[in-house]
């Protein structure tokens, strides 16, 4: 007898967002940062009912992506993200 894993919605995040790094430290200090978010701010279950939250968390991580090309180069950086007319 098989059992199915469910992936939690952390889970499928942490995947899609594995792509935008290829470095191990990289995708390591991904998933710790959506862990955290998960444990305090209860992450599944907000993007389960509030929609454009997991939106908006994929655009932060893309302009991060795009702005410093490693994640392990970030902590010590003072970043500045104004949303400006988006809806998410």
Do not use: H
């Amino acid at each position: 007898m098989t059992t199915k894993s469910k992936q939690t919605e952390q889970d499928r995040l942490i995947n899609e967002l594995d792509r935008l790094w290829k470095v191990e430290q990289d995708r390591v200090l991904l998933e710790n940062t959506i862990r955290a978010l998960s444990a305090r701010y209860d992450l599944g279950k907000k993007i389960a009912n509030e929609p454009g939250v997991e939106e908006i968390i994929k655009q932060m991580f893309g302009r991060l992506a795009k702005s410093f090309k490693k994640l392990s180069n970030i902590p010590g950086e003072r970043i500045l993200d104004i949303a400006c007319g988006s809806n998410t």
